[in-house]
């Protein structure tokens, strides 16, 4: 049974956007990504840019194996993720060492064990990932959240964590309290991830192949009853904190 429609003009009420191409699903639905073209490109400016804690989440379902992209070279969690489904991203994989090409946040799931993952870099190029061990479901709607909290003045609970439908799965803790690269150019993309030109260079930008909606960014780390109790209702209006 499909999600209750649902209204996605808030997702770039605030923010010059490009569509190419994602089939509109029914009237005020969903967008659908088709794994190899599609994607919903927004902007690079301070609007859609994170600088401190933030989480995101999303309404998705998988249908179909779609094409991979990559956070880095995928052999440390200082070094980024290969073969990831890109969701909701601002930059991929690019050589490192020059903040206007790092990525300022990543958000998808491992094409292999559909484990949602999420990454960032800092100044320099490292990474600083994590991956949920929860699998998620294919031809199923599922809601899909990450929160991280990078700046916490305690650093045990510095973390980042996971949810599906709701519901919290595992914390991945970290030490490090080094923010997202700031100056990051690389536009803010749903369904696929770009690099710093903003253009289709290359082979791994990556394409989700499903349908999604409710995508929702927000510069604060959302607490669990917050999501519970939001993330199968539409919000009207402005929110406090949401980019």
Aim: charged share 15%.
């Amino acid at each position: 049974m499909e999600k209750n429609p649902a209204r996605i003009a808030y997702l770039i009420c605030l923010t010059v956007f490009t569509l190419f191409l994602p089939e509109i699903v029914s009237s005020q639905s969903s967008l659908r990504f088709n794994g190899t073209n599609n994607y919903v490109q927004c902007n690079n400016g301070n609007a859609v840019t994170i600088g401190g804690n933030f989480t995101i989440e999303a309404w998705i379902k998988i249908e179909g194996r779609g094409r991979v992209a990559a956070t880095g070279a995928g052999t440390s969690v200082t070094t980024g993720f290969t073969n990831i489904i890109p969701l909701v991203t601002k930059g991929r994989a690019v050589a490192d060492g020059t903040n206007s090409r790092e990525i300022n946040y990543f958000f998808g799931y491992d094409s292999a064990t559909r484990q949602l993952v999420a990454d960032y870099e800092v100044s320099g190029g490292l990474n600083n990932r994590a991956m949920c061990t929860t699998p998620l479901d294919t031809c199923t709607w599922t809601h899909v959240a990450v929160t991280c909290d990078m700046t916490n003045a305690n650093s045990a609970n510095r973390s980042w964590i996971f949810y599906i439908n709701g519901v919290q799965q595992n914390s991945v803790a970290f030490t490090a309290n080094a923010v997202p690269v700031s100056g990051a150019l690389a536009p803010l993309t749903l369904g696929s991830a770009f690099d710093y030109t903003g253009s289709a260079v290359g082979t791994s930008l990556g394409n989700f192949e499903g349908k999604m909606d409710e995508v929702r960014i927000w510069s604060a780390v959302r607490t669990p009853a917050e999501i519970a109790a939001n993330y199968a209702n539409e919000l009207a209006g402005p929110q406090t904190n949401m980019i």
